[in-house]
């Protein structure tokens, strides 16, 4: 365990992927599991929709028809957050104009997709099976593939993997029109973090611009690599692996943490053991080894408090558009933000200190992880059904 007197003092945890640092209160959970205790919640969905959006066959909502797809369909967001083409802008900087100065904007623009996981309406990836959830990672692989840069670090990798995955027939992946710089792969699962469609799916935001979290961990890593020579998420790996006080689980390929600076009760960490700088580097063994790993965070989450848990996810890896020396500094990971905190219905929130002086948490991500590693097993629903 961490220094014994960190389980009583509150005290501040480093984050060297982004700079920054937090607040931990560990006092405050000397019974933290006291609270609501709610009953095992069923999946009452159908695993068809007719008024689903995304189910297979059915209308968009700007009347569009899906495929009768069987597993994954990708297409471009009839609501897309940014777009390809727009009004061009092009403002000036002066440092006599405070208004220049003080109102600063930056066009940006992009394609956002968005990627059903499953022909069921009510699967989730805790339903699914690593091999079901295989073909969602070659899409993402396929796509982030074909946006790369012409003159990427990547490049030859990339049309190696595109030659090997099989391309799926559903969906509408084809080049960008203008060269774009970064990809982020999200999932928001739950009406807790703002999903508006139960119906298995993910988003895929490309834009012109690298966006402030992957920029501040490339900044981190980079400067990481530059002091050390090292790579700071190789050293973390072999360092929770040897302490394994926060390790939740493992495979031959990936490693799933608490991270030491989680913010969240439950956050985890995907990352990958040997040096993989994006989708791209995988094998056929690696990619069904990453669903395995993503499979089994979510049956955990779902385990723990018995019942469908939200949270929001993210993929990590080498921009589109970079130097050699960004591709090499980046390191393959996945985030997992959920906001549950003791119970299917108590949250955290970032409310009050978090919002004006900086982030606190109360349970420790030590405690978090073993509660974790607990939650594996078959998934809590089957016993229900």
């Known amino acids: 365990m961490p220094d014994e007197v960190l389980?009583?003092?509150?005290?501040?945890?480093?984050?060297?992927?982004?700079?920054?640092?937090?607040?931990?209160?560990?006092?405050?959970?000397?019974?933290p599991w006291q609270g609501a205790q709610e009953t095992p919640s069923k999946n009452t969905l159908p695993s068809y929709d007719p008024k689903c959006y995304l189910c297979p066959g059915n209308k968009r909502a700007q009347?569009?028809?899906?495929?009768?797809?069987?597993?994954?369909?990708?297409?471009?967001?009839?609501?897309?957050?940014?777009?390809?083409?727009?009004?061009?802008?092009?403002?000036?900087?002066?440092k006599d104009d405070v208004a220049s100065l003080l109102l600063q904007a930056r066009p940006v623009t992009g394609r956002c997709y968005v990627l059903t996981f499953s022909a069921k309406h009510d699967a989730t990836l805790a339903d699914m099976t690593?091999?079901?959830?295989?073909?969602?990672?070659?899409?993402?692989?396929?796509?982030?593939?074909s946006h790369l840069s012409p003159s990427h670090p990547l490049n030859g990798q990339a049309a190696y993997v595109l030659s090997t995955i099989p391309e799926n027939p559903d969906g509408e992946v084809t080049p960008p029109k203008h060269q774009l710089k970064n990809m982020q792969i999200f999932?928001?699962?739950?009406?807790?973090?703002?999903?508006?469609?139960?119906?298995?799916?993910?988003?895929?935001?490309?834009?012109?611009?690298?966006?402030?979290?992957?920029?501040?961990?490339?900044?981190?890593?980079?400067?990481?690599?530059?002091?050390?020579?090292?790579?700071?998420?190789?050293?973390?790996?072999?360092?929770?692996?040897?302490?394994?006080?926060?390790?939740?689980?493992?495979?031959?390929?990936?490693?799933?943490?608490c991270p030491w600076w989680a913010l969240w009760p439950f956050e985890v960490l995907i990352i990958s053991k040997r040096h993989v700088r994006a989708l791209v580097d995988l094998d056929d063994k690696e990619r069904l080894e990453f669903a395995q790993a993503v499979q089994e965070v979510a049956r955990?989450?779902?385990?723990?408090?018995?019942?469908?848990?939200?949270?929001?996810?993210?993929?990590?890896?080498?921009?589109?558009?970079?130097?050699?020396?960004?591709?090499?500094?980046?390191?393959?990971?996945?985030?997992?933000?959920?906001?549950?905190?003791?119970?299917?219905?108590v949250k955290k929130f970032l409310v009050g200190y978090e919002l004006m002086a900086e982030p606190q948490r109360d349970i420790t991500p030590e405690q978090a992880a073993a509660k974790l590693r607990d939650c594996g097993g078959e998934l809590y629903r089957k016993s229900l059904q």
Not at 65 to 71: D, L, M, R
Not at 225 to 239: A, E, F, N, Q
Request: charged fraction near 25%; glycine fraction near 4%.
């Open 7 to 31: 389980n009583d003092i509150s005290h501040r945890r480093y984050n060297p992927l982004t700079g920054s640092w937090l607040l931990v209160s560990p006092h405050r959970t000397k019974r």
């Open 63 to 94: 009347g569009d028809s899906n495929p009768p797809y069987k597993n994954t369909f990708a297409f471009v967001n009839d609501y897309s957050a940014v777009k390809e083409t727009q009004q061009d802008y092009h403002p000036e900087t002066n």
């Open 130 to 145: 690593p091999e079901e959830i295989v073909p969602v990672i070659n899409t993402w692989t396929r796509i982030y593939a």
């Open 187 to 257: 999932e928001n699962k739950g009406a807790a973090m703002g999903c508006s469609n139960p119906h298995p799916h993910c988003q895929i935001w490309t834009t012109s611009t690298l966006p402030e979290e992957p920029g501040k961990e490339l900044v981190n890593m980079r400067k990481y690599k530059s002091d050390t020579g090292r790579h700071l998420l190789g050293d973390y790996v072999k360092l929770e692996l040897e302490k394994k006080e926060r390790l939740v689980w493992e495979n031959d390929s990936f490693v799933v943490v």
């Open 300 to 345: 955990r989450y779902d385990n723990l408090f018995e019942t469908n848990f939200p949270y929001s996810s993210g993929v990590h890896q080498a921009p589109l558009d970079c130097t050699e020396e960004e591709a090499e500094t980046s390191w393959f990971h996945m985030h997992f933000y959920p906001p549950l905190l003791r119970s299917a219905t």
